[in-house]
């Protein structure tokens, strides 16, 4: 028997859980009309597209990444198989299988191949990564597997860029980061794993008073000078600069300086109107990423809505040692801040309700190109006067149709 709104408002029946919503009609359909759009770009960059699972066994999907996503992934039993299985929170590890198995599948040399690829899917996570954040996104992203050069970092993250460009965001800021930077000093520094993990934590809380019994446990004075200042070493272009001045000693953190400035040099080129901020103290994708990293603002969004880097030989654990790099977007979140997102259009034809051989023909014929909304019976012209713009009506010739613009309501 169906329970009255009230009976069911009580129970809690209507309530999604926390960070789970619906998508309404106009919702839904402009992130589709968005999801066509970005699909439509990525393969204009000859970016093919894979449509991963929604769930796969947990050891393969958590192959290669760090706590973080196990800790975000919804686990189940296989019924047939009794192993355990995983309801994805991240395609980019799916992504990396597929690499992997088409490479070695067809006996492809690693080091010469180049495979471009691109998805969107929805992903579920157990938990909110913030108030802002869902526990549903529609995540979007390409892949590069196979380039190692700082040319495919160039080119993923002119691609998130193009993206954003697509949704009409008014203003965009570049965060650009190195792990390898980060990683270099702390090898330098030869801290054991508690003095490892005491310097992240005093980096992440940008506790700079705590910084200098740090620095004093090494016994090279420009070492310590370099932590003693890694807080600082984030901001415009100069600040690369100071970073040259402090690193003078070691070869591999001047490289790391000169490819973050490479990519960030590229984008300001590609994309004048961007805002490139530089960090050499970004510890997010720590365990994850191994070189370039990125991450794109707006606004007055409280975080990133777009991010990625390289993550080179994610899929060694599937036999292929390969370098790779990308980015991942949600497409509800881009939707959310896109500039003049559309409103219901205004383009829609009305028919009538009759049942009629010809006016049947002349609707399908119609809807090849058009939409049409037929009446249902007891239906009044009125229901639709906010989308439908032209109606059709009978012609002056039996069994004959025609279009005319909808009257005043």
């Given at each position: 028997m169906f329970e009255p709104s009230e009976t069911l408002a009580a129970s809690g029946k209507w309530m999604l859980p926390d960070g789970v919503e619906d998508l309404l009609p106009h919702q839904a359909t402009s992130i589709e009309r968005l999801r066509r759009a970005v699909l439509d770009l990525y393969a204009s960059w000859g970016y093919e597209l894979v449509v991963p699972p929604m769930i796969e066994f947990l050891d393969s999907l958590l192959t290669g990444v760090g706590s973080d996503l196990e800790l975000q992934t919804f686990k189940v039993t296989d019924q047939l198989s009794g192993r355990m299985l995983g309801i994805r929170a991240d395609i980019t590890p799916q992504v990396a299988r597929i690499d992997a198995h088409h490479t070695l599948a067809h006996d492809i040399d690693s080091d010469s191949q180049r495979n471009r690829y691109c998805y969107v899917g929805s992903v579920l996570k157990?938990?909110?990564?913030?108030?802002?954040?869902?526990?549903?996104?529609?995540?979007?992203?390409?892949?590069?597997?196979?380039?190692?050069?700082?040319?495919?970092?160039?080119?993923?993250?002119?691609?998130?860029?193009?993206v954003l460009e697509l949704a009409g965001l008014p203003s965009v800021h570049?965060?650009?980061?190195?792990?390898?930077?980060?990683?270099?000093?702390?090898?330098?520094?030869?801290?054991?794993?508690?003095?490892?993990?005491?310097?992240?934590?005093?980096?992440?809380?940008?506790?700079?008073?705590?910084?200098?019994?740090?620095?004093?446990?090494?016994?090279?004075?420009?070492?310590?000078?370099?932590?003693?200042?890694?807080?600082?070493?984030?901001?415009?272009?100069?600040?690369?600069?100071?970073?040259?001045?402090?690193?003078?000693?070691?070869?591999?953190?001047?490289?790391?300086?000169?490819?973050?400035?490479?990519?960030?040099q590229a984008m300001a080129s590609r994309y004048p109107s961007a805002h490139i901020r530089y960090d050499l103290c970004e510890l997010r994708g720590l365990n994850y990423h191994t070189g370039l990293m990125f991450a794109a603002y707006t606004g007055d969004y409280g975080q990133a809505i777009g991010y990625g880097g390289r993550y080179d030989n994610i899929g060694l654990a599937f036999g292929s040692r390969r370098p790779a790099t990308g980015f991942s977007i949600d497409l509800k979140v881009l939707h959310k801040l896109a500039v003049g997102s559309p409103q219901p259009e205004r383009s829609a034809i009305l028919a009538p309700s009759e049942s009629s051989a010809s006016l049947w023909a002349y609707i399908r014929a119609l809807r090849k190109t058009e939409k049409v909304i037929q009446l249902l019976p007891g239906q009044g012209a009125t229901d639709y006067a906010a989308v439908c713009d032209r109606q059709i009506v009978a012609a002056d010739e039996p069994d004959k149709w025609q279009l005319m613009p909808l009257l005043a309501l």
């Open positions: 157990t938990r909110m990564e913030s108030v802002l954040a869902t526990r549903t996104p529609t995540q979007s992203g390409c892949e590069l597997y196979g380039e190692a050069s700082i040319a495919g970092d160039i080119e993923v993250l002119s691609m998130m860029l193009e570049v965060d650009l980061a190195h792990v390898g930077f980060i990683r270099k000093v702390m090898q330098l520094a030869g801290y054991d794993a508690r003095m490892e993990s005491k310097l992240l934590d005093v980096l992440n809380r940008r506790a700079v008073a705590e910084l200098d019994h740090i620095a004093s446990a090494s016994s090279d004075p420009q070492l310590g000078a370099l932590i003693r200042a890694l807080p600082s070493l984030g901001g415009p272009l100069s600040v690369l600069d100071d970073a040259r001045e402090l690193c003078h000693f070691d070869s591999e953190l001047l490289t790391a300086i000169s490819e973050i400035e490479t990519l960030g």
